[in-house]
Every structure is written in structure tokens, then in C-alpha cells.
């Protein structure tokens, strides 16, 4: 079975739907999600979306602000880029129905998160990505050329090499035509051709056992993207988010957004001591790689489970209005904000490398293109600067889609494509061997691979993850295609990126602290 469209988009978020919308505009678009399309990282965001929008701020301030928490590896003509695109696609969303919160006077309720020297972080309440998610979907709904497909599941992209090709380093002789996607309902496998394909398949949090992420995010496109060959970067700075609440077995981890400490809430020891200032003037606005090792570090000198977020000396009413869904969920587990303090423990949350593209979303591999999460782009560096992912998405899925479809008139859909071959297999006769070895991953890589990390650790994390792959290898050549598995097998490709990169950096930068290389790591005087 084939499925054929002009654009074939790999994933239901930000980056996926807002590209969809723009090259529907050209052409038929297949978009593929691999649960509901409204469960998405999108869908959970917070904080909101930063972008210059007054005049007490400035671009340079927003770029400098980028830059400095990048630690010295973000691409300084993209950051220019991406700061200066923002007025222009923040108004996008807002025609295509999102609801920025403004205050009495008109203007934007701009809020503060660490990292940002000024307020400029664009929200609705503390759900911001709910509002962007459901006004996109909203837009596609109603698209007469775009189709999305729920609970497609794709497996693996299909190219092909064309040696004698002109290579450079962003193009490769690798050409793509489309994906595998199991139809996770009918569990049949098709290929879905498209002329250009768009992967938008976000992040990787759940590698760790701890994480802000839906069950989503297993890195299915970074690892896919691996599988076909396309050039890959900066895997090892994984983004811990300082703040998620501390409610052992719940999974995903429900974030306390940042943007509640730029409003005033600081971080306390369980004995109630206030430590952000040993680590970093900013105090507890630093950048979040700093506020996350700080909190590591005084639970491993206290022996404590969590730190306590606190911010009973605000506002109450204030407090409730802008943190609606905060207060909300806090309340029914019997805490209140107003008068309690939340405790709160870093979770995995954002892996700033990937997928290499160019300032047109352009990956080395002809034809795919790549925006949101799954991509490296230059922007974040060593650390991503907070509510700058939501921006990237948006202003890179405009320049693919800008870019495919100057393209389009030239792509032509591949014949001849082989059908998925799975032949020889059966279903796995116990899904405990599965289930195992993801939990087995996910210690390996929050023990070895975490907030802290060392040669070491790194060794053992490469050694383990070994027998895991091979295990999960011949389990996947004997068995019947499922998601499960291919998640799986996903996930270990993305752990075997993230440790080898970590172990090729002999220097501790940004988000990769090693305590073989401890000069970054400094308490303050
Ligand atoms: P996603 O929104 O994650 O979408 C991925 C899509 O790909 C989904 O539709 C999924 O089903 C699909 N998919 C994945 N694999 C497959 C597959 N194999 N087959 C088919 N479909 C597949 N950033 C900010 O800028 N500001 C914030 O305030 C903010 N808050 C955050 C709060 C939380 C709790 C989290 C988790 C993240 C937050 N982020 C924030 C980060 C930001 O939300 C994400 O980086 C961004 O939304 C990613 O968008 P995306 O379109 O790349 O991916
Ligand atoms: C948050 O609201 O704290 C998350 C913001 C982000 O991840 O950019």
C-alpha cells in the first residue's frame, strides 16, 4: 500500500502544523502524528514564546541574552536571524487564532524567565502551548489540502545514494522520498511518498527516567534521521529544566514553569535556606543549565529529594491569575501555592542539538527538511535560552516552507519504491522484554549521562547501552514491526548520540558538565 502528497510532514506540533499551513498554500500535504494529534512537547508548553516587542527592549538585548546563555556555541548570524524574524511570525499565530495575555493598558503581558534580561516572553496564562497547539489545529481542520493522519507511526525515512552527486556540508548524495509508517490501528506498514518531507518530530526526554516530556518524545525522527545517514550535532547538551514538581511516579513530570520565579518565587533548600546567590549573581534567574546544577548539587550535599519552590510572599490573586493551571494542579495534591511551598526537582526537558539544517530548515539529506526539536540549527548552542524553542519552530518552519516550495516544480515522487519487507518475523512473544530494556535505558542514561556526568560514568553508560542495543537489535530483526519497539530502538540510537558526543567534548560547556573537566564550575565567592 502507497499513500502519495506534494509535502509529507512527520509530526503534529508547532513546527510540523505551521509548516503544513503555509505549503498547503502549493500543494497536497499528508500529516503524520503518531498518537492524537493535540498530544504533543508543543501542547505542554508553559512559559510562552519570546520575541521583541516593545521598546524598552531591543534585539541586541534579546541576541546577547541568547548568546551568552549558548556558552559560546550558537551560530551568531542565525541568532540575528531568528530575533529579528519574531515580530513577524508571533503576529502569524495570533492571525491564525492564538491569544497572547495582555494587560489593562493593551499591551502584551510580557513576562521574565532566567536567562532574559528583559521582560519578553509572550503567553497565554501558564499554558501557552495548549493555546498555539489547539489554534493551529483549528487552521488544519479546516485546510481543504491537508489530511492528518492520527496514530501513523513512522518507522524509517525511505532514500536513496546517488553517488557522481555534487556533495557539500550541507548536501549529502542521500536523496529522500518519504517514510515507512506502521498504521498503528491496522498494524499494516505503507509507504507514504511525498516530493518534500518535513520532519518535526520534536525532542527525546523520555531516554531519562525523569522527564517534562509526553510519552511522545522518544526521538523516533532524530533516530531515524541517524539510521539514513544525515549529519547530526551537539547531542550532548541535554536541557534539564530546574523546576518540575517533585511527585514521585508521575510521568510526564509536571513542569513549574520558570516564568513563576520571574515573577518573583525563589528556590529554598528543604531547610529553607535561599542558594541561587552562591552560584550565580543572577540568583535565580540564571541561565537554567546553572539553576539545575545548582539544585543537583545542594541535593547531593543535603541527601534531600527535592528543593522548595517558593512563592508565598507574592500576590495570591496575582499569583492564581497568571499560574491558573500551576495553582490548579498543585491544589489537588494538597498543595497551595499561595500559602505552601512546592517542591520541585530538575527532569529532563529539551535536547538542543540534532538534525543539522540551514537557515532554510534544509537538512544534508536532499529533499528533507527538518524544524522544531528534531533540529539543530545553530540558535541554542550549549544551552537553549528559555521560551526561545517555540520561535525557533515557527521561524524555521517559515523559511522550509518558503524554501520547498520554490523547490516544488523541480520534485517529482519516486516510483518503483519497495514495499516494507517483513518477511520472517512474528509478533515478540513477551513485551516484558521490551518494557525492561526501555527502563533499564532510562537508569543508564540518568545515572551516567545526567545533569552531572564524568569520564567514567560516560564509559560505563557506553558498555551498558551496548548489550541493550544488541539485545534490541535481534529482537527487532525476529519480530513483527510495533511501536513499542521501534521506540525502543529509537531511543537507544538517540542515548548512543548523546554519550558519544558527550565523551568526543573533553571540556565542561553549557548543559555538558563533566567533573573530569571542572573549570566551568565555580561557586561564587
Ligand atoms: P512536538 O510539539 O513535540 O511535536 C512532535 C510531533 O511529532 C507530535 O505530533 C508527535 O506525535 C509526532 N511524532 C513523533 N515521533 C513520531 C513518529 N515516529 N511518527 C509520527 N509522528 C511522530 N518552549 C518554549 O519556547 N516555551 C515554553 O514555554 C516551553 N515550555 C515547555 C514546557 C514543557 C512541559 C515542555 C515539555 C516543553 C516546553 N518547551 C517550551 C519546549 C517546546 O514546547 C518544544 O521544544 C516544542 O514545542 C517542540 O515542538 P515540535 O513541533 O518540534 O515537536
Ligand atoms: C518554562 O515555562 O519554564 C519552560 C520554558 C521553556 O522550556 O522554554
Known amino acids: 500500500m502507497q499513500k502519495e502528497y506534494d509535502f509529507l510532514v512527520i509530526g503534529a506540533g508547532v513546527a510540523g502544523m505551521s509548516y503544513a499551513l503555509k505549503v498547503a498554500e502549493f500543494g497536497t500535504v499528508g500529516i503524520i502524528s503518531k498518537t492524537v494529534a493535540e498530544e504533543s512537547n508543543t501542547y505542554y508548553a508553559q512559559g510562552g514564546i519570546a520575541a521583541v516587542t516593545n521598546l524598552h527592549d531591543s534585539y541586541e538585548k534579546h541576541i546577547d541574552d541568547t548568546i551568552v546563555a549558548g556558552d559560546g556555541l550558537c551560530n551568531k548570524d542565525i541568532v540575528k536571524l531568528v530575533v529579528s524574524e519574531a515580530p513577524e511570525r508571533i503576529q502569524e499565530l495570533i492571525d491564525w487564532g492564538a491569544d497572547f495575555d495582555k494587560n489593562p493598558g493593551g499591551e502584551y503581558d510580557l513576562a521574565r524567565e532566567g536567562g532574559h534580561s528583559e521582560h519578553r516572553i509572550l503567553h497565554h496564562k501558564d499554558n501557552t502551548g495548549e493555546e498555539i497547539q489547539l489554534s493551529l489545529l483549528r487552521q488544519i481542520a479546516n485546510h481543504p489540502s491537508i489530511t492528518i493522519h492520527n496514530h501513523y507511526f513512522a518507522i524509517d525515512l525511505i532514500t536513496q545514494h546517488h553517488l557522481g552527486y555534487h556533495t557539500s556540508r550541507y548536501q549529502s548524495d542521500i ?37 517534562t516530556n509526553p510519552s511522545i518524545a522518544t526521538g523516533d525522527g532524530l533516530a531515524m534521521a541517524y539510521r539514513a545517514k544525515s549529519l547530526i550535532e551537539n547531542m550532548e547538551f541535554v536541557q534539564f529544566h530546574p523546576t518540575s514538581l517533585y511527585y514521585p511516579g ?32 543572577r540568583g535565580c534567574l540564571a541561565p537554567r543549565d546553572i539553576v539545575a546544577r545548582a539544585i543537583d548539587n545542594e541535593l547531593k550535599l543535603s541527601g534531600d529529594e527535592y528543593v522548595y519552590l ?53 537538512t544534508s539529506i536532499r529533499n528533507l527538511y527538518a524544524a522544531g526539536e528534531v533540529a539543530s540549527t545553530g540558535l541554542h548552542g550549549a544551552n537553549r ?23 516544488l516544480p523541480r520534485l517529482k515522487i519516486k516510483n518503483n519504491v519497495p514495499q516494507w519487507n517483513d518477511e520472517g518475523t512474528s509478533h515478540p512473544e513477551e513485551m516484558i522484554l521490551i518494557t525492561q530494556e526501555f527502563k533499564e535505558l532510562q537508569q543508564v542514561m540518568t545515572n551516567y ?23 534490541t537489535e535481534l529482537l527487532f530483526e525476529k519480530s513483527t514491526v510495533s511501536q513499542k519497539l521501534c521506540e525502543l530502538r529509537n531511543a537507544i540510537n538517540v542515548a548512543y548520540m548523546i554519550i558519544k558526543m558527550a ?21 561564587l565567592d
Request: aromatic residues 8%.
Open 175 to 211: 536523496e529522500c522520498y518519504g517514510a515507512y509508517v506502521l498504521n498503528i490501528r491496522t498494524k499494516s506498514v505503507i509507504a507514504i511518498l511525498a516530493k518534500a518531507v518535513f520532519l518535526a518530530t520534536g525532542g527525546i526526554g523520555n531516554i531519562y527516567h525523569s522527564t
Open 250 to 281: 508521575e510521568r510526564p513530570s509536571f513542569l513549574i514553569t520558570e516564568a513563576i520565579r520571574g515573577f518573583g518565587a525563589i528556590l529554598r533548600t528543604k531547610t529553607e535556606k535561599t542558594f541561587m546567590h552562591k552560584y550565580d549573581q
Open 310 to 362: 517558593d512563592c508565598t510572599m507574592l500576590d495570591s490573586n496575582e499569583l492564581i491569575a497568571h499560574f491558573p493551571n500551576i495553582y490548579a494542579k498543585c491544589k489537588k495534591l494538597g498543595i497551595d501555592i499561595t500559602t505552601d511551598y512546592i517542591p520541585v526537582v530538575p527532569s529532563a526537558h529539551y535536547v538542543c542539538g540534532g538534525v543539522i539544517t540551514d537557515e532554510n530548515g534544509r
Open 385 to 407: 535560552l528559555a521560551s526561545n524553542s517555540l520561535l525557533e519552530a515557527v521561524v524555521f518552519s517559515h523559511r522550509a516552507a518558503k524554501h520547498a516550495i520554490s523547490v
Open 449 to 471: 549521562v545526567g545533569i552531572v556526568r564524568s569520564n567514567l560514568r560516560l564509559k560505563r553508560a557506553l558498555d551498558r547501552l551496548n548489550i541493550i542495543y544488541e539485545e
Open 503 to 523: 565523551r568526543n567534548r573533553r571540556e565542561s560547556r553549557g548543559l555538558h558538565y563533566n567533573i573530569d573537566y571542572p573549570e566551568k564550575y565555580k561557586l
